[in-house]
């Protein structure tokens, strides 16, 4: 079993320790999410993962463990996976078996062919929620948890030369040739649409054929992407947040903590891209979803990625410098909260003065304002 920070950088490889000793019995699952609660419970463990509200997505490592505190904007259909999958050697015949949680693309080596018609394949099934950071988050909150963190990275050099480097000969060429670079893309994908894991194949040879697929599908939005913050002027990325349990007790404008496992795999943006074109040939009638809904529903990985959530818990707030739990029952620290709810009485007075003030006298407006502060939906 890997140690040390090998849960923070490779979270997969803890899960592939659990599915391997436990094979298709479903308490492997359970045992994955027991090891990731027992490792956040150790001293400081929670502030050394990345978050992506502080670290830029560039800087973070492609299914590393990571965290995200953000609020619930959209709520999508729930979608099937490939839970557990198997593939087969084409020289040896060897059948090895995968799992597919956690994941968005199928794992397959070299000689690696995904075997559909495998009785061992399970079909399961994970809700999407299209999440955006806080809104409305002060200055000095995002501040405080900047500085609470210490997760120290570096930036990730797994895909930056397809994203930020391109010469302007590639453009020509890319401009001259599309048709031969799609039928490439066509002719490289084994395994595309099938429960959610989409693609098997060689990765140097899917990261190449990604970046040209990216551009592609730059080239075909004829728009900017809208992340459809709620607040204008709102930083910060938006993320496809796949939720594996409990998922029914999460509703729009909920605010989580969400700790899971990054996916940014560039070769959703190709498959999201042939899904369109291919959409685009059908009949308008039999078409469930517009070009606009694909496009939503299925951005960019480089622009919106996923994070496969282990562990989610909802906020009670957002303020850094009060525990996170201020329920007495409940609470840890229950001389803390004690002592601050002996305190707000004289604290909402003095506040309760100055918005009087502010406000030129008028007390009820005041006293409405402070209900306003406070509310949520």
């Not at 800087?59 to 979608?79: A, G, H, T, W």
């Not at 140097?204 to 990216?214: D, H, I, M, V």
């Not at 459809?228 to 989580?256: M, R, S, T």
Request: aromatic content about 10%; some cysteine.
């Amino acid at each position: 079993m890997p140690c040390g920070e090998d849960w923070l950088s490779h979270p997969l490889g803890i899960v592939q320790g659990f599915f391997a000793q436990n094979g298709v019995n479903p308490d492997w699952e359970k045992k994955v999410i027991e090891y990731f609660k027992e490792k956040l419970k150790e001293n400081n463990a929670p502030k050394w993962v990345p978050s992506l509200n502080e670290v830029p997505l560039h800087y973070l490592k492609p299914n590393s463990f990571v965290k995200f505190r953000c609020m619930i904007q959209d709520m999508f259909d729930p979608e099937f996976y490939m839970g557990v999958y198997e593939t087969v050697n084409q020289n040896t015949k060897a059948h090895v078996l995968h799992f597919g949680k956690y994941r968005d693309v199928a794992e397959c080596g070299p000689q690696q062919e995904l075997d559909l018609n495998s009785p061992r394949n399970t079909t399961l099934e994970r809700q999407t929620f299209y999440c955006v950071p806080v809104p409305g988050e002060s200055t000095w909150v995002k501040e405080a948890y900047v500085n609470a963190n210490q997760a120290r990275v570096s930036p990730s050099t797994s895909y930056t030369p397809s994203r930020h480097k391109r010469s302007y000969e590639d453009d020509d060429d890319m401009d001259l040739q599309p048709n031969k670079q799609k039928d490439q893309h066509t002719g490289a994908r084994q395994a595309g649409g099938v429960g959610g894991l989409q693609w098997c194949g060689e990765p140097k040879r899917l990261e190449t054929e990604a970046s040209t697929g990216q551009q592609l599908n730059s080239l075909n939005f004829s728009s900017p992407f809208d992340l459809n913050f709620p607040l204008p002027g709102e930083k910060g990325p938006a993320c496809l947040v796949k939720v594996y349990e409990d998922w029914d007790c999460f509703k729009v404008n909920d605010i989580l903590e969400l700790y899971g496992i990054l996916s940014v795999d560039p070769v959703l943006s190709i498959l999201n891209n042939d899904e369109r074109d291919a959409s685009a040939l059908l009949d308008p009638m039999e078409c469930t979803d517009t070009a606009e809904e694909q496009r939503v529903h299925s951005p960019p990985a480089s622009l919106v990625p996923r994070i496969h959530v282990i562990l989610a818990q909802k906020l009670q707030h957002i303020n850094p410098l009060l525990p996170a739990c201020l329920n007495k029952e409940e609470s840890k620290t229950c001389k803390f909260v004690s002592s601050f709810m002996s305190e707000l009485s004289p604290v909402r007075a003095e506040l309760l003065g100055f918005l009087t003030h502010a406000l030129l006298g008028d007390s009820l407006a005041a006293e409405y304002l402070i209900l306003h502060l406070i509310s949520t939906v």
